[in-house]
């Protein structure tokens, strides 16, 4: 007996180092293939990677930032580059990095999406990208959220304020929505509202486009889910019924665009901020209506953020004002049934 469970144990010790030997060996191939790639078809990686993540899983979006963020490294250990070179490897080795980030905190990880924000933020430092800069801070403000941490958050916003002037992009825009964000959760309702129109402000006087599209761009659609993603953290009526309407227009902007336009989870927290509003509304059918795409996610698609938001909404119709509505009661069992 003894000998048989020594035998199946060698066994399976040798089939476990066979499959190692071959899943190493074919990443080994894909590494090589990528160190083969020119550095216009590595920016454009970078750039593809940027769009895809808007309707992308970030799970393979993690395994593909982490393969070219590789080829980026290896090139600046080996100085694979030419002289002018180098500044553009940082900026894309910031950009992966950043994207690492956002793949990291969507998994639930948000100390290690601190972790590759810091390595994002140190890479635009060193390329003297003042707008990647301005959008790692916006970045580390909204893992810093994803904790609660609103007063680390809303210093990162101001430390990237700084850095605003003769920048291209949305990244202002961005920086003051994520500094309504802690407003809100910090409940100063008048503060709120007033840098909201701040934001709105702001995102006027943008003369020069994004560098980089998707993950690196915030587009009008997206400054409308911030509103209602900020507005629903306030007590008052007015607050959930402009909440309820800016939601509302970002979920129809993002339906009338190509899909690869698309930012799906977004799109998908978008819907549980509309019926957060709802709820608070006192409009239960309308929440659930609103819920629905939601709930039929497949759990692989049920990102950290969807989760934490949905079960805010389960707990509001936990009240007592709630208790004997049979259909609080359907929508609350169907949240607390999510993943």
């Known amino acids: 007996m003894a000998d048989f469970e020594r035998e199946d144990r060698e066994r399976r010790e040798q089939a476990a180092t066979r499959r190692t030997l071959a899943t190493s060996l074919a990443a080994s191939r894909d590494l090589v293939e990528l160190a083969d790639l020119e550095l216009d078809e590595l920016h454009a990686g970078v750039e593809e990677t940027a769009i895809d993540y808007l309707g992308t899983a970030p799970r393979p979006m993690l395994h593909r930032a982490d393969a ?11 100085y694979r580059h030419g002289p002018h070179e180098r500044s553009d490897l940082y900026v894309a080795a910031g950009r992966l990095s950043g994207i690492l980030a956002y793949s990291a905190l969507d998994l639930g990880d948000p100390d290690a999406a601190l972790e590759h924000a810091r390595a994002a933020g140190r890479c635009a430092q060193y390329a003297g990208d003042m707008e990647l800069l301005m959008w790692v801070r916006g970045t580390q403000s909204l893992i810093s959220r994803f904790s609660g941490d609103y007063g680390i958050a809303l210093d990162y916003v101001r430390d990237g304020l700084q850095y605003a002037g003769d920048v291209p992009g949305t990244g202002e825009a961005r920086l003051l929505c994520g500094e309504v964000q802690c407003l809100a959760n910090l409940g100063d309702s008048k503060a709120t509202n007033r840098t909201l129109h701040i934001a709105e402000r702001a995102r006027e006087r943008v003369q020069r486009p994004d560098s980089l599209a998707g993950l690196f761009e915030f587009s009008e659609t997206k400054q409308r889910y ?24 970002a979920i129809a902007s993002w339906e009338r665009m190509p899909a690869a336009q698309r930012s799906l989870d977004d799109e998908r927290l978008c819907h549980i901020y509309l019926a957060t509003a709802r709820v608070q509304l006192g409009e239960v059918e309308a929440a659930t209506e609103a819920m629905a795409p939601v709930l039929a996610l497949p759990v692989e698609d049920q ?4 989760n934490k938001r949905a079960h805010r909404v389960g707990s509001i119709l936990s009240a007592p004002r709630y208790q004997n509505s049979s259909v609080s009661a359907d929508l609350k069992d169907a949240i ?3 993943g």
């Open 68 to 78: 070219l963020r590789g080829d980026v490294l290896s090139r600046l250990r080996d």
């Open 226 to 249: 911030y509103a209602a993603s900020s507005l629903i953290w306030l007590d008052g009526r007015e607050d959930a019924r402009t909440a309820a309407t800016e939601a509302e227009a």
């Open 303 to 306: 990102i950290s953020w969807i």
């Open 336 to 338: 607390d049934a999510l």
